[in-house]
């Protein structure tokens, strides 16, 4: 039996079957995510995500099962700074790491990235349909990111990411072109790489963000995730007085967020880095 297309009854029951069991209500949501996914693979473009019935069903999970309390941290402007100097000096990390982990970091900070829209899914291994390449880039006065597949663009229509210099020592820009002059880069393998070849995964970001800031005596270090950046930059963007619709295009978040995104001005779109930069402490 074909169990597509989805019904908001298969759906809901399947959940409540899930819900007496042992699983957490984050595992729950990683199940809904991947029966989703496969229904939109299977050429059903109609989503039941945004079911009422389903919502309810989920909040009421929620609040049965009750989800730990964990207040994950954002990296701001002014920890992006202390993030720099730390790089900078750390003792055991190479040059063309320090420029490669540094140009990430600025990558995500000022392009609002989710980690998995700049790393690979392993050290050896790459997906050149999801994983951002050195073809993907491309970095004359501005960067621009092409990204090729996102959360929240299941049918991969892709977008391009502008990010201006932000004329302070924080830049994307500045630091995208010092890890090129470091690094010998190939179109179709992904951007950013170690001296060993390795490739940059979500692990080795959240490793290193944590080393990074126990060494510059940031406290709760644990509190800081790969997610720290995206999150980072939209608290810095509302500190610095950019307005809610500019901040949601940025980051792409859901409903008419991608619309907004490609309506906006370019002009607006090129002055955020600057804006970024000089937000206080």
């Not at 993030?83 to 900070?109: E, G, R, Y």
């Not at 990010?163 to 010092?178: G, R, T």
């Not at 610095?240 to 295009?249: Q, V």
Request: with cysteine; charged share 15%.
């Amino acid at each position: 039996m074909n169990p597509y297309p989805l019904t908001q009854r298969s759906t809901i029951l399947f959940m409540t079957h899930l819900a007496t069991s042992s699983l957490t209500y984050g595992t729950l949501k990683v199940y809904l995510a991947a029966i989703i996914r496969a229904h939109i693979e299977a050429g059903f473009t109609s989503s039941i995500r945004d079911d009422l019935l389903l919502h309810f069903t989920m909040q009421g999970i929620k609040r049965h099962h009750g989800v730990p309390n964990r207040v994950k941290l954002p990296i701001t402007i002014a920890l992006m700074r202390m993030l720099q100097n730390t790089v900078a000096n750390h003792p055991t990390i190479c040059n063309h790491d320090k420029a490669m982990l540094w140009s990430a970091f600025t990558l995500a900070f000022f392009g609002f990235l989710r980690v998995s829209e700049f790393v690979a899914p392993t050290s050896m291994t790459f997906d050149p349909q999801r994983t951002l390449l050195t073809a993907d880039i491309t970095c004359n006065t501005d960067l621009v990111i092409a990204l090729k597949a996102s959360k929240t663009d299941p049918f991969r229509r892709g977008c391009n990411i502008i990010i201006a210099p932000s004329q302070s020592s924080v830049c994307a820009v500045q630091a995208y072109q010092a890890y090129k002059a470091l690094h010998s880069s190939v179109a179709h393998l992904p951007a950013f790489q170690f001296a060993n070849s390795n490739f940059l995964t979500r692990q080795a970001v959240s490793n290193h963000i944590r080393d990074l800031l126990t060494r510059a005596s940031v406290p709760d270090v644990n509190r800081y995730t790969t997610h720290s950046f995206r999150s980072g930059a939209a608290t810095t963007a509302a500190d610095a007085n950019l307005p809610d619709w500019l901040i949601k295009a940025l980051g792409r978040w859901r409903s008419d967020a991608y619309q907004t995104y490609i309506r906006t001005p370019p002009s607006i779109i090129r002055s955020v880095p600057g804006h970024l930069s000089l937000a206080l402490p």
